[in-house]
């Protein structure tokens, strides 16, 4: 709940969490994140501190046909569209975490990760215009601007990096 003002524009679904997210709402949360895991339809990781005390944010790896591109209208900024792409990933972390640049690090791993392990070649970094900080990231680790999508149902447009 540190970070819910931050989620909240993260989220597009808003207000997430609400004000009264209880650890109950919490827990129905990560069960259904955990069933789209194990069935393989999403992937989802939590990002903990070394002892593993803290969730310092986490990682959603989605495949390009996800339901949630279903509706999307895509501009594409270079050619590429979203059938073109391997997986969408998305990510946050605790605002108390960005002065020391844990954001970068995190994403500059996590792309490593992904070529290295999950050998993917075409994943684009999804994040929405209201997070500037969060594209001031991704854009200093030299990606770029790809394509952007828009659902109805957001607050605001999505932009991918590659």
Not at 77 to 102: E, H, K, N
Not at 112 to 120: E, I, K, P
Not at 151 to 158: A, Q, V
Request: proline residues 4%; contains cysteine.
């Amino acid at each position: 709940m540190s970070s819910r003002e931050f989620l909240y524009h993260w989220e597009q679904d808003p207000p997430y969490p609400p004000e009264d997210f209880s650890v109950e709402d919490n827990l129905a949360d990560l069960e259904k994140m955990d069933a789209a895991h194990r069935n393989g339809s999403r992937y989802t990781y939590t990002v903990m501190n070394h002892d593993e005390t803290q969730v310092l944010g986490c990682i959603y790896l989605l495949p390009n046909d996800d339901r949630m591109y279903g509706t999307a209208a895509v501009t594409s900024y270079d050619g590429t569209d979203l059938p073109s792409i391997d997986a969408t990933v998305s990510f946050w972390v605790r605002v108390s975490t960005w002065a020391d640049g844990f954001e970068r690090s995190l994403l500059s791993a996590v792309l490593q990760w992904l070529r290295d392990d999950w050998s993917l070649e075409r994943p684009v970094i999804v994040t929405n215009e209201k997070l500037e900080h969060q594209i001031a990231t991704i854009e200093s680790l030299g990606l770029t601007r790809r394509f952007d999508y828009d659902r109805d149902k957001d607050m605001y447009t999505s932009h991918a990096y590659a």
